[in-house]
């Protein structure tokens, strides 16, 4: 599937939806997403560098020098949602393993190679990676990419612990990203556009943390979908105007719920965490279990990570301002930091939100969440009295676990916790 | 004493490594274990203590099964099973790393269910890249460390203790280079079974025994006939993911095969390089380790093929075998980088994909014979 006709579908969705008068929010999140794709579309015809970066990625500097930043794993999984709901077999993957890509990694990084592979993807003038983390699979994946390709590619060393001096050392990083990105593209970094765009991000941070918050509240007063919006918007958009637009927009919907006191179910029956990621193939789960069982879930592992607050008029150098902003980000600890040092603050997030279950998907390519696995429900279960629900699936190939299976086993689990709090059980 | 008995002697070593230790332990020697060769062993070394690797057993894995999804490497889950198994119980602390998804999971449970059986756990953060940036945050990791490591045994680690321990552990890194030397011959007398089952012994003892050993070897080696029909086996160099099992290897050599050389953990990444001894300590251990013969851990992958091809070059390799435990996204992912760069030297490569214990053995056979008739050997 070509760039262009990925737009084409996003087009459509804005289009449809807008029948619906669907909130600000939703609208604003399509159209973002489209220009995000357009802008890696039109890149060269624009007379942009265009770069395949890692979800790791600090957006604004790309932003703040005219060069177009382009995730190349998230992208893999919409594609492979859009076939899905297409009802076609995602070829890429098959692509990605016989390009000699482990078939047992992530399938997302297994299609990025098979959509590079294909030349399905605009080609890239350069390639930004990490060295070290989100994941082994997330950080080979740029590996391969650059062999394939053969541009210059600068990967970013993240540290697993911190020191006092991470910051000057996370800086050091991003300077060398910024002398990277000037050799190979004879553009000057501009450090004042810099801070405009690390403002953006900053407030749209600080809108999305509040939203966050508040979705702890009873009634829940943002569906699950929503609220995983915001992880495409920071990927996709991150210190872009229309990112904090997005937020703004979504912060003022979830006030005005929270103030009249509404929430988003017309009745909400059980609140649920989901741990790991989700099946994004198939986020149509989250609807299905809203609508059937009166079922939301009010925080997931992505969205418990908080990054902290900022002062986006703090006059220090914004290259250092932007690795402070990295190293306040609390997922990265989540994901790839010790678990002795997450797992408490995690557990603490949930018992906040006030859950009755606890649903974990079992992504197999994922080995760092499926690791957690044990710990994860020996504290859940310790501190909070839940059990939790493992679903075994894959996020982006559905051959791996149908939709109908994972249904099955949330219906089993759904129905014990009803049964629990002496609810009736959905049919 | 001849080669055989020096061999036979590691060998045994290795095998009953916990009861050698152990009896040690009694004594009163203090033991560390640690899991990857990216954590500096000088620094436990100079605080008194023993550092082991800690290592896979030869049993299936069903209470380390029950804490690690089957997604995690036999490697780390035969570990745990190990240390659940009380293997490990002369371990006074276990130090791991952020090498890999499998090793960081391995370390979480390890320390929070293992607490009470390891009474020091720890992991460092060792960077993914090779640069002046890195070296330096590296250090700064390895002086915490080391400042850790003296809270808890309540002992002084000084400069002096440091660099004897850098001199003891520079010697073993020479000694065992000159018997991998040994086999750049076109007649090597030692195959390539033989070498791991050096390499292993010598990461479960103490350097100072070890060493004199080491010694007394490579004479022993320098007089020995050379390996039967040396000449007409095809000259492999194997590399690939955590192996443990001398005996893989020999299945190997029994098709024709005769392995030169590697680029394995337990194997070349561990001892290839040495340390400055011009330099501070600390400086010159956090150089070395992230400068290293790299893994595939390490940014960029092009260092890497750069030093694995003048190693083909140096010791005549003519095919590489490429050995990847099932869940390596590391060694999996940087597979086709390999196999692309060695063809450009005209280096057939076979991959071939096996867990910690030795089962499916026979296809190993089946697809070894193939490449080789494929090779035209």
Not at chain 2, 52 to 67: Q, S
Not at chain 2, 138 to 165: G, M, N, P, Q, W
Request: glycine share 6%; hydrophobic share 40%; aromatic share 10%.
């Amino acid at each position: 599937m070509k760039l262009q006709e990925f737009i084409d579908i996003f087009d459509e969705r804005v289009n449809y939806f807008r029948r619906f008068n669907l909130p600000e929010s939703v609208d604003i999140y399509f159209r973002c997403m489209r220009n995000y794709y357009l802008r890696a579309m039109t890149a060269k015809e624009e007379g942009k560098p265009l770069a395949w970066v890692s979800i790791m990625c600090p957006m604004e500097i790309f932003h703040a020098m005219d060069i177009v930043p382009f995730a190349v794993d998230p992208y893999a999984i919409s594609i492979s949602a859009f076939a899905y709901f297409k009802k076609e077999d995602c070829v890429y993957f098959d692509i990605g393993d016989s390009y000699g890509y482990p078939a047992d990694a992530c399938s997302p990084h297994r299609a990025a190679i098979g959509l590079a592979a294909s030349n399905t993807l605009p080609e890239p003038d350069l390639i930004y990676g990490t060295a070290s983390m989100p994941c082994d699979s997330a950080v080979a994946v740029f590996d391969v990419l650059s062999d394939m390709k053969k541009v210059p590619t600068y990967f970013a060393n993240f540290e697993y612990r911190y020191h006092p001096n991470s910051v000057q050392y996370l800086k050091t990083e991003f300077q060398g990203l910024i002398a990277f990105l000037e050799e190979h593209t004879g553009r000057k970094m501009d450090k004042e556009r810099l801070r405009e765009t690390l403002k953006i991000s900053i407030k749209a941070n600080r809108a999305m943390m509040e939203i966050h918050q508040l979705r702890k509240k009873r009634p829940c007063p943002l569906r699950a979908r929503d609220a995983f919006n915001s992880f495409g918007m920071r990927l996709a958009g991150e210190g872009m105007p229309e990112t904090l637009d997005f937020f703004e927009a979504q912060l003022r919907e979830v006030r005005g719920r929270v103030e009249r006191g509404e929430g988003v179910l017309p009745e909400e029956h059980l609140r649920l965490v989901a741990s790991g990621p989700y099946p994004f193939f198939a986020m149509e789960i989250l609807d299905w279990v809203q609508d059937k069982y009166g079922a939301i879930f009010v925080a997931d592992m992505f969205n418990c990570a908080p990054w902290e607050d900022m002062d986006e008029n703090d006059p220090a150098d914004p290259v250092e301002l932007l690795a402070r902003k990295w190293l306040s980000f609390f997922g990265m600890e989540l994901l790839y930091g010790p678990a002795e040092n997450t797992i408490d603050y995690l557990i603490d997030s949930i018992k906040e939100s006030q859950v009755d279950g606890s649903i974990f998907f079992t992504h197999f390519g994922c080995k760092q969440t499926c690791g957690l696995q044990k710990i994860y429900r020996d504290k859940i279960m310790e501190e909070l009295g839940l059990p939790t629900l493992f679903v075994d699936m894959d996020i982006s190939d559905p051959k791996v676990v149908s939709v109908d299976q994972m249904k099955a086993k949330i219906h089993e689990y759904i129905e014990m916790i009803e049964k629990k709090k002496g609810q009736p059980v959905a049919a | 004493m001849n080669a055989e008995d020096i061999l036979a002697e590691l060998g045994d070593i290795y095998a009953n490594r916990h009861q050698w230790n152990r009896k040690r332990r009694e004594r009163g020697q203090r033991y560390m274990g640690w899991v990857c060769t990216y954590i500096p062993e000088e620094i436990i070394q100079a605080a008194g203590i023993t550092p082991v690797r800690v290592l896979g057993g030869n049993d299936e894995t069903p209470i380390a099964d029950a804490y690690l999804y089957s997604n995690l490497c036999s490697f780390v889950r035969s570990a745990l099973e190990e240390a659940f198994m009380d293997k490990y119980d002369y371990l006074d602390g276990f130090v791991a790393l952020n090498a890999c998804d499998h090793i960081r999971r391995l370390y979480d449970v390890w320390s929070i269910y293992l607490k009470g059986k390891t009474p020091f756990t720890t992991i460092l953060s060792v960077p993914g890249k090779i640069s002046e940036n890195t070296i330096a945050v590296f250090k700064e990791e390895l002086e915490v460390f080391k400042e850790s490591l003296e809270r808890h045994f309540e002992v002084e680690i000084t400069e002096r203790a440091l660099k004897e321990a850098i001199a003891l552990y520079n010697t073993t890194r020479s000694l065992l280079k000159e018997i991998y030397d040994l086999r750049k011959d076109p007649q090597p007398p030692l195959t390539g079974t033989e070498a791991m089952e050096i390499v292993l012994a010598g990461m479960v003892m103490p350097k100072d025994v070890y060493n004199e050993k080491l010694k007394s070897l490579l004479e022993a080696l320098k007089s020995r006939p050379p390996v039967p029909n040396a000449g007409e086996r095809v000259r492999l160099l194997i590399m690939g993911s955590e192996l443990q099992e001398p005996e893989y290897i020999r299945v190997i050599e029994e098709l024709g095969g005769l392995v030169v050389n590697d680029d394995l953990c337990n194997g070349t990444r561990y001892f290839w390089n040495l340390v400055d001894t011009r330099e501070e300590p600390l400086e010159a251990l956090a150089r070395r380790y992230v400068t290293r013969n790299p893994c595939p851990r390490m940014r960029p992958q092009t260092e890497r093929l750069t030093r694995l091809k003048q190693m083909i070059k140096d010791y005549r390799v003519e095919a590489v075998i490429y050995e990847c435990i099932k869940f390596c996204d590391m060694h999996g992912a940087a597979y086709p980088i390999i196999k692309r760069g060695l063809a450009e030297i005209g280096i057939p490569v076979l991959k071939l994909d096996r867990e910690h214990l030795l089962t499916g053995i026979g296809q190993v056979k089946t697809r070894t014979q193939a490449f080789f008739e494929s090779i035209g050997v």
